[in-house]
């Protein structure tokens, strides 16, 4: 969501594409854009790897939904 030439400028840092992650352990969800609110269950299990774990920190991702793929869902 952030703009990856103002990222370069003031941070020095290179944005990867939502569609180039890698696979991770975790997946920490932090705001509640609409295009996070909007993914499903499964384009979130895609970017994890076995044993997911999401951290769900605006409480957007359904717990049913997490629960019936596998997803280990923690929430402040």
Do not use: C
């Amino acid at each position: 969501m952030a703009d990856s030439a103002e990222a370069k400028h003031e941070y020095g840092i290179e944005l990867t594409s939502f569609q180039d992650l890698e696979k991770s352990s975790a997946v920490v969800v932090a705001v509640a854009h609409k295009h996070f609110k909007e993914l499903s269950t499964s384009s979130y299990l895609n970017l994890m790897k076995e044993n997911p774990v999401l951290i769900d920190v605006k409480g957007i991702i359904s717990t049913e939904e997490s629960k019936k793929h596998g997803i280990r869902l923690w929430r402040l």
